[in-house]
């Protein structure tokens, strides 16, 4: 520490905290948040400017009380904050992939603030699964014989892989060998699972006489892997689930696939092409089928087990289904949402990632005109902003190939770069996460909500004005 005269009379920590004005922080306060603050206002003092003559201890008193608030503020900050999503990425796993529908938080709000019949048969008066309340809806909304859920995908391919081929091969195309986000490989998950990977084919063409030649006595299952964030084009040929089923059937074997995206409804129709519904998918005819919930299905994170009961029903009694199992609040929003599904129709406006994905065209457009005039009411004539047309991602590792029409504002400004607007958004109130084109801010409006709209303008008239 350098020598700084200045701050010999700096008052200590515990002479701050006789003061009343910390007393009464302190009552609203946890006393660790408070003498942390000050201690390190007490520290950024030390660690200043040593020039010019030492305040008395009382002045520094004072000082030090006027920063203290600000500093616990900070140090109290919800470390998990809304954020506007401007990005054109519908399930955008860094943002938290699916935003809820309203349906889903009420439930978890009238669960979770007392008690619920979580494990509790409330007709017979006795202990029940914590299943129950989403078992028969999946099995109604997929058609499986059998339904299981767990904390997420990953989870469910590896209690999959566990349960049903721990200490035998299992046998994966080498262009199914996917890596989703970073920490989830396939290869790693298998190996954790104790099950041995047996790889069939080259990256871009497996056959299914590849996987025939692969199957030995020791094979327990045959995987297929939705390729959710990549796409093989040119000189390629792939097995599809319903071979892979038949191949199965004949040779005693199991198919399991990983769906991932959950989608419970076909979209093909709506101009969405490559979500398959988990119905369509075992129809196929692979006896299991694992996803996630807050993709395409667009509820909150869960790992989705459909199938027949003789593979599914004993992997509820596994051990690890307890150690990834579903919590109370994450259970009461999976079931509300499955109940928007009841009705298609319903579901199409009420889930908001569908919503999103379905909203047509015009209507994102109008919302972007919308939000060049309320831009326009509070910026300066120097921000330009014109309304073009764009390509939102599905995201989610969903469908690599897809881009629904959308409009973007675009925003730029002769004095301010267009990565300092970025930054200033994305420290603003509330942060508003966007995309960096052709020397212009791009706002998508697909993923922004009516109203968001105007939080989302006073964000980019601040974001013109000087730091
Ligand atoms: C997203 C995805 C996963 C991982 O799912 P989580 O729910 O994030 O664990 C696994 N497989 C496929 C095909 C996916 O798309």
């Given at each position: ?15 701050l905290?006789?003061r009343?004005?910390?007393?009464s ?5 946890p006393?660790?948040?408070?003498v942390?603050?000050?201690r ?5 003092i ?5 020039e ?12 030090i009380l ?7 503020a900070?140090?109290?900050a ?5 954020v ?16 809820l529908p ?8 009238e ?12 007709d017979?008066g ?7 309340h ?14 299981h859920v ?11 892989l ?10 994966v195309s080498?262009?199914?060998?996917v ?18 990977l047996?790889?069939?084919?080259t990256?871009?063409?497996?056959r299914i006489?590849?996987?025939?030649r692969a199957?030995t006595?020791?094979?327990?299952l045959?995987?297929?892997?939705h390729?959710s964030?990549?796409?093989i ?20 074997i199991p198919v ?10 076909d ?7 490559g ?14 089928v ?6 395409l299905l ?16 004993p ?6 289904s ?13 079931s ?7 009705d298609?129709?319903r ?6 990632v569908?919503?999103?994905l379905?909203?047509?065209e ?15 009411a ?5 921000l330009?902003l ?6 939102t991602?599905?995201g989610?590792?969903?469908l ?13 400004h ?7 607007l970025?930054?200033?958004l994305l ?9 960096l ?11 922004v ?9 006073g ?9």
């Amino acid at each position: 520490m350098p020598d700084n005269k200045r701050v010999r009379n700096l008052p200590s920590v515990a002479s701050l905290l006789e003061r009343d004005a910390v007393k009464s922080l302190l009552r609203s306060h946890p006393r660790a948040v408070v003498v942390g603050a000050a201690r390190r206002v007490l520290d950024a003092i030390r660690a200043g400017d040593a020039e010019g003559s030492a305040p008395s201890r009382n002045t520094w008193t004072d000082r030090i009380l006027e920063r203290l608030p600000a500093e616990i503020a900070a140090e109290e900050a919800l470390p998990m904050r809304r954020v506007i999503n401007a990005a054109g990425v519908v399930v955008h796993t860094n943002l938290g992939r699916a935003p809820l529908p309203g349906e889903a938080l009420a439930a978890v709000a009238e669960t979770s603030r007392g008690y619920c019949n979580l494990e509790y048969d409330l007709d017979a008066g006795e202990r029940s699964s914590r299943l129950a309340h989403v078992e028969g809806m999946l099995r109604a909304l997929t058609g499986a014989e059998c339904a299981h859920v767990v904390n997420n995908n990953a989870a469910a391919l590896l209690l999959c892989l566990a349960g049903l081929a721990r200490g035998r091969e299992v046998i994966v195309s080498r262009g199914e060998l996917v890596e989703i986000g970073g920490s989830f490989r396939i290869p790693d998950i298998m190996a954790e699972s104790g099950a041995r990977l047996v790889e069939a084919g080259t990256t871009n063409r497996t056959r299914i006489e590849d996987y025939e030649r692969a199957i030995t006595g020791q094979t327990a299952l045959l995987l297929k892997v939705h390729r959710s964030n990549f796409s093989i084009h040119g000189f390629t040929e792939d097995v599809s689930a319903a071979q892979l089923a038949r191949l199965g059937g004949r040779a005693g074997i199991p198919v399991l696939e990983d769906q991932g995206s959950g989608a419970l409804i076909d979209l093909a129709a709506d101009g969405i092409p490559g979500t398959v519904s988990l119905r369509k998918a075992l129809d196929a005819g692979p006896g299991i089928v694992t996803a996630s919930g807050d993709k395409l299905l667009g509820g909150p994170q869960a790992g989705i087990v459909v199938g027949k009961e003789e593979l599914v029903a004993p992997l509820k009694k596994h051990p690890l289904s307890r150690a990834l199992r579903m919590d109370k609040m994450r259970l009461a929003a999976l079931s509300a949402v499955l109940r928007l599904y009841a009705d298609e129709r319903r579901a199409r406006t009420g889930v908001p990632v569908l919503r999103m994905l379905l909203e047509p065209e015009e209507r994102v457009r109008a919302r972007a005109f919308r939000l060049v005039r309320k831009i326009r009411a509070r910026a300066s004539a120097a921000l330009r902003l014109s309304v073009e047309r764009g390509g939102t991602s599905p995201g989610g590792g969903a469908l690599p190939d897809v881009f629904l029409p959308t409009a973007c504002v675009a925003v730029s400004h002769p004095e301010v770069p267009e990565g300092k607007l970025l930054a200033r958004l994305l420290r603003g109130d509330p942060p508003v996460v966007a995309r960096l084109g052709k020397g212009k801010l791009l706002l998508d409006l697909r993923t922004v909500r009516d109203d968001e709209v105007p939080a989302l303008a006073g964000a980019v008239a601040e974001a013109e004005k000087n730091d």
